[in-house]
């Protein structure tokens, strides 16, 4: 879903200090599959981290012959956020971030 970049701005800019885009959204899920974690087709996902108390984390993705993350699900905690940022094709396509299900009624009706 959706979402305005002013709710979302302090934390992107956070985790990703060079991200100019204007594309947002927000999922609620308990457990995610990382994907398109290396560069194919022009096709490439990035996931990192911010924690509750404003730490933040970087995946790091091993080289793609080597890369026993991709495919791989992981559980999202009430503690943390992770947030996606999507290239297609080449396409900047924006920045997703995955919450806990718990969190959907405070970021719904701000």
């Given at each position: 879903m959706k979402?305005?970049?002013t709710k979302v701005w302090p934390m992107v800019k956070k985790?990703?200090?060079d991200y100019n885009g204007r594309k947002f959204n927000i999922e609620f899920c308990d457990k995610i599959t990382?994907?398109?974690?290396?560069?194919?087709?022009?096709t490439k996902n990035?996931?990192?981290?911010?924690s509750s108390d404003g730490s933040t984390k970087e995946?790091?993705?091993?080289?793609?012959?080597?890369?026993?993350i991709e495919g791989s699900t992981i559980q999202i905690s009430e503690k943390f956020l992770v947030i996606r940022h999507s290239y297609f094709?080449?396409?900047d396509m924006g920045?997703?971030?995955?919450?806990?299900?718990?969190y959907a009624p405070k970021w719904l009706t701000e």
């Open positions: 979402i305005q970049k985790v990703y200090p990382l994907y398109d974690t290396n560069w194919a087709g022009g990035t996931y990192k981290f911010i995946l790091n993705i091993p080289a793609p012959w080597f890369n026993n094709c080449g396409h920045i997703t971030i995955f919450a806990h299900p718990v």
